[in-house]
């Protein structure tokens, strides 16, 4: 072992916990929280399941129990990790289980590749290789310029849609900071949801929100969704329904009315060839009838026109 002062490699040499870089790099975590997330990590066996007590947690990070109980609250709310209580075969409660929660705030280059098992036991060997270059698995080849512009048009995004539900309701005053801690702490999917929910509700009772952040976050914890609720997709495809229905009583409409002005173009002309028939009708029967002398006078000028031509022509 190196003495007081020299020089020394740290590369596999310590025994420790892993913080991934996305909980380290997190604005919303205090030191202590992440620090306990590490510990829960080096903890957690091959069922993914740690169980130290709040005592061992406090004592491995240096912390008061107090604090190490606050950190783990934290990571509950965060949406980190789920604690699920024990007994003892005598009924007595012993420490709970964590079992950890995937979460937004991962993203890909922060975590291990498949099959690179972290070893806790006696060396951390996958943290950092002695040569890292852009062809290692676990390295992200992204600059970390590239990986925040990145994160911050996914965190715009986001908001644009989450400001789109809320649109027009009281809702929509909530501020750019509280959605960007809401969104870290229960992930993009989880917010999307429970701010729809939180408008159609808005619309259904209208009653006053005061603290539209607050209402949103006990909203997420408790993540209830109300029978009478449909996602944005079914309600979306219930108005292209309604459309489409619309649309075929329109064209439905348009053929009606079509072949009816069909149907009263015909018979006025029906109409119109009789009375035109009924114009040109000699009763020989009758020759005295008063109808009768339309057809005669022009029966006579047509023979009239035809004597004529015949006498000019000889």
Known sequence: MPSAGELYNPWRLF????????ISRSEELSSTAKLIFGKLCQYAGENGQAYPSYKTLG????????Q???????LVDFGLIRPVSRNRPDGGSTSNVYEFL????FITGTLSPPGVKHDTGGSVTNVTPSQCHARHPGVSQMTPKENHTRDKNIEKTTTEEIRLLLSGTPL????????????KRHGTERLLGVCDIAAENWRRDRKEIRNPGGYIQSLC?????????HTVAERNAKLAEVAERKRSEASKKKKREAAEEREALRQLNTAAGRKARAAVAYDIS????DENDMVAYA???KALGLYAMWALRN
């Open 15 to 22: 025994v420790g916990c892993i913080i991934p870089n996305a």
């Open 59 to 66: 004592e491995e990070t240096g912390v008061k129990q107090r």
């Open 68 to 74: 190490a109980m606050r950190a783990v609250q934290e």
């Open 102 to 105: 995937w979460h937004d705030i």
């Open 172 to 183: 929509s005053e909530i501020s750019e900071r509280e959605l960007n801690i809401l969104t």
């Open 221 to 229: 914890k408790s993540h209830v969704v109300p029978e009478w609720y």
């Open 286 to 289: 009758n020759p005295t009838a």
């Open 299 to 301: 029966a006579g000028h």
